[in-house]
């Protein structure tokens, strides 16, 4: 009997082994499969096939949709890369964490089996942590944007599927296509980040190269003969740590194509979208032409302002839904590169490295000033445009008689100026908190130079 009964629970442990290996193995699988996927985007942007970047980026987003109903598809097509992505980001940070405070910054052989680029380049150890909040935020940026980009589909329709009839009639912009627009600054957007990103896969080369020629010529310190399995873990330790930086890299990089090459497309369907709305007030036409009597005119101008009424209010829409996405995503992009970036100026200037860490560092100083200044100018800009046509009505509204049976129409247009001129506006913000104007990006202006003035004191001046 007890024999029986030991037998039945070596068959059960059993059991649970082998359930437990294979869902083990089924994890792998899937993290496996995100390598390749983050692989096949990273060549795409090598390559600068910018279509199929947008397409893949576009049907995982679709993926995520349907995850209720297709959850197979959702979990080998979402869930591997994420897999992947939460590895990588873990293993990044234990690596981070343990050059910032165990680190030996005087032993040129530890800096190098354990990859502490930070004190490679002479950086200050605690730089380590704006790196660690650095792949933080760039994870946070990648799932914000596949699972919550509420304008994916819109913006899908136009630069993948090329639907004219997103726009309004007669479907231009200035002088072209206003879908021809839209594609070309895409294509040139992301001409940019291809020159950006092969800059920085060289880099990565680079840092290949040197660290072969590193343990070639320091063979003999770091691989004992005296004892090989040391030397063999020290050789594997020096492998898997580089790898781990280049990781880093990879998925910072990667985070920023997207994000970038993304909200520069919402930018210009934005301007398409403002612009043509604000064309319905242009009534010069209308007014000079001696063919229509005053009251045809007068039904004319009440048409096209209820036509800008309702292509507003779409705007409007539009724009509330992209503040969810792209000003959560700009606000936790600035947060977490202003201070990194200050410290970089400072670094470039006052102290001395070597010619490899100076270029790569200016090279992420550039993609970061790029985000701080420029995409933040972008963004200013593209607020200041929705508001643009507001006054228009409003001088539209007063120099238009509204008779008789058309007082309900002034009063459902005055209503909707109204609404659209209120304190709180309405547009892309600083995470929902203020929206992002001319007059905010002067202050930055001011509180960066002040950040460059605060760290230059309390942080480079006492080191």
């Avoid at 231009?172 to 990103?197: E, L």
């Avoid at 330790?237 to 580089?242: C, S």
């Avoid at 659209?420 to 913000?429: A, D, E, S």
């Amino acid at each position: 009997m007890n024999n029986e009964y030991i037998n039945e629970q070596k068959k059960d442990i059993f059991y649970y082994l082998s359930l437990n290996i294979m869902n083990l193995s089924k994890y792998f699988n899937y993290v496996y499969t995100g390598f390749k996927y983050v692989v096949r985007i990273y060549f795409l942007l090598l390559m600068n096939r910018w279509f199929e970047f947008y397409r893949s980026y576009f049907e995982m987003c679709t993926i995520i949709r349907k995850r209720k109903s297709n959850p197979e598809q959702f979990r080998r097509y979402v869930w591997a890369p994420i897999s992947a992505l939460i590895v990588i980001t873990i293993l990044v940070i234990i690596k981070l964490f343990h050059n910032c405070y165990w680190n030996d910054r005087n032993d040129i052989i530890w800096v190098k089996i354990y990859a502490d680029i930070i004190a490679d380049a002479n950086l200050h150890s605690n730089a380590n942590w704006f790196l660690i909040i650095l792949i933080v935020v760039c994870d946070w940026m990648i799932l914000l944007l596949y699972f919550r980009n509420s304008t994916a589909e819109h913006i899908q329709s136009i630069i993948i599927d090329h639907r004219n009839e997103c726009f309004q009639w007669p479907f231009k912009y200035r002088s072209m296509m206003a879908i021809d627009y839209v594609t070309d600054h895409g294509r040139k957007t992301f001409s940019i980040i291809f020159r950006f990103f092969l800059l920085l896969s060289i880099c990565v080369v680079i840092v290949d190269i040197r660290t072969l020629e590193f343990l070639y010529l320091n063979i003999d310190k770091i691989y004992d003969y005296n004892n090989q399995f040391i030397g063999f873990i020290r050789l594997i330790l020096t492998f898997i740590n580089w790898k781990l930086i280049e990781s880093l890299i990879l998925v910072c990089a990667l985070s920023a194509a997207i994000s970038v090459s993304i909200s520069q497309v919402f930018i210009a369907i934005g301007h398409v979208h403002f612009w043509q709305t604000e064309q319905l007030l242009q009534l010069n036409d209308i007014i000079k032409d001696r063919h229509n009597n005053k009251w045809q005119k007068l039904i004319l101008i009440i048409r096209k302002l209820n036509q800008f009424e309702y292509y507003q209010t779409r705007n409007l829409l539009f724009i509330c839904k992209a503040n969810q996405i792209y000003g959560n995503i700009f606000s936790l992009s600035l947060l977490s590169q202003i201070g990194f970036n200050c410290y970089l100026i400072l670094f470039i200037i006052s102290y001395h490295t070597t010619l490899f860490y100076l270029t790569l560092i200016t090279i992420l100083c550039l993609i970061q000033m790029l985000n701080i200044f420029v995409i933040h100018f972008q963004i200013a800009l593209i607020n200041r445009k929705f508001y643009q046509s507001a006054p228009i009505m409003i001088s539209r509204m007063a120099t238009t008689e509204f008779h008789g049976k058309f007082l309900q129409t002034k009063l459902k247009l005055s209503n909707f100026a109204q609404k659209m001129h209120t304190n709180n506006r309405y547009g892309i913000t600083y995470w929902s908190q203020q929206i992002v104007n001319t007059n905010e990006f002067a202050k930055f202006l001011l509180i960066y130079s002040q950040l460059i003035m605060f760290i230059q004191t309390n942080i480079i001046m006492k080191t």
